[in-house]
T-cell receptor, first 110, second 117 residues
Framework: GQNIDQPTEMTATEGAIVQINCTYQ??????LFWYQQHAGEAPTFLSY????GLEEKGRFSSFLSRSKGYSYLLLKELQMKDSASYLC???????????FGRGTSLIVHP | GAGVSQTPSNKVTEKGKYVELRCDPI?????LYWYRQSLGQGPEFLIY????????DSGLPNDRFFAVRPEGSVSTLKIQRTERGDSAVYLC???????????????FGPGTRLTVL
């Protein structure tokens, strides 16, 4: 099985930078996803990391270290609309089915 | 283009009743997934279809749950003898299948909120 751990809740100030960590234990690692989910809505794709290192996409960046079983999502220039749950999901094994963590609820305040 | 659609958006039923939840994936996506999500939790995998066949149904909690995808497009999740513990949001996702055998990014539908009274 897989064990995915991420903080339950984080708060940050508008305009600031926040880092959401995710640690995982798995065998047959394929890749790691980050999704954003606003309350009452479906998850939407943010990033997919297969290789070690940092991938930047606008205000959002995602980092992966496969040897450490660790990833983080970095959000810059926070906006109020970034208040949402951020889900870390790991794909492993032959079926490539992502397993999701519990999500980190990010609250951005003025 | 059209995204993943799910119907109904909300379903309220009584304990012991039968329900069907429908998912219409993005056109051309051969991979289809069902998840369920309880409040404060991440999506929990239920079943995965590759075309018409269930490639992995290891997440179905028991034999009251069943899903079909007879023509490789629309899928129906069926729950018999519903229990209060089945109350959750049922999410459907679809993706392309990659040439190497893996699947591409999942695109989720808006979900069906099931409430069992």
């Amino acid at each position: 099985g897989q064990n995915i751990d991420q903080p339950t809740e984080m708060t940050a100030t508008e305009g600031a930078i926040v880092q959401i960590n995710c640690t995982y234990q798995t065998s047959g690692f394929n890749g790691l996803f980050w999704y954003q989910q606003h309350a009452g809505e479906a998850p939407t794709f943010l990033s997919y990391n297969v290789l070690d290192g940092l991938e930047e996409k606008g205000r959002f960046s995602s980092f992966l270290s496969r040897s450490k079983g660790y990833s983080y999502l970095l959000l810059k220039e926070l906006q109020m609309k970034d208040s949402a749950s951020y889900l870390c999901a790991v794909s492993s094994g032959g079926s490539y089915i992502p397993t999701f963590g519990r999500g980190t609820s990010l609250i951005v305040h003025p | 283009g059209a995204g993943v659609s799910q119907t109904p958006s909300n379903k309220v039923t009584e304990k012991g009743k039968y329900v069907e939840l429908r998912c219409d994936p993005i056109s051309g996506h051969t991979a289809l997934y069902w998840y369920r999500q309880s409040l404060g939790q991440g999506p929990e995998f239920l079943i995965y279809f590759q075309g018409t066949g269930a490639a992995d149904d290891s997440g179905l909690p028991n034999d009251r749950f069943f899903a079909v995808r007879p023509e490789g497009s629309v899928s129906t999740l069926k729950i018999q003898r519903t229990e209060r513990g089945d109350s959750a949001v049922y999410l459907c996702a679809s993706s392309l299948t990659l040439a190497g055998g893996g699947t591409d990014t999942q695109y989720f539908g808006p979900g069906t909120r099931l409430t069992v009274l």
